[in-house]
Nanobody, 126 residues
């Protein structure tokens, strides 16, 4: 099982920006994508964004489309989530998710893969 190490959470005012990073300790030949989910108190975990390692195909939840951008560095085995124009409703623990198999993603959503990071807190104040 891969180890996922996240960084970059914090507190910003509404309208501000943050950049999250997640490094994976390994990628296998069957790994299709890696991405981010988020969870806030009293809510279910929800998909945020994912990216394919090979094709760079990007998948975004409707709530973040146009504000968040996901990217990857294949040399560093790292994905990034650039979050702009953050809103109070974006406040959550953001969890990196790895080993998303092909077929798990459709436009607007991905089912989670096998591996999870510890999560980083993102807090947006009004």
């Amino acid at each position: 099982q891969a180890q996922l190490v996240e960084s970059g959470g914090g507190t910003v005012q509404a309208g501000g920006s943050l950049r999250l990073s997640c490094e994976t300790s390994e990628r296998t030949a069957t790994t299709y994508a890696m991405g981010w989910f988020r969870q806030s108190p009293g809510k279910e975990r929800e998909f945020v964004a994912a990216i394919s390692w090979k094709t760079q195909s990007e998948f975004y939840a409707e709530a973040v489309k146009g504000r968040f951008t996901i990217s990857r560095d294949v040399v560093k085995n790292t994905i990034y989530l650039q979050m702009n124009n953050l809103q109070v409703e974006d406040t959550a623990v953001y969890l990196c998710n790895g080993e998303i198999p092909q077929g798990y993603c459709i436009p607007g959503s991905c089912h989670p893969g096998r591996d999870w990071g510890q999560g980083v807190q993102v807090t947006v104040s009004s």
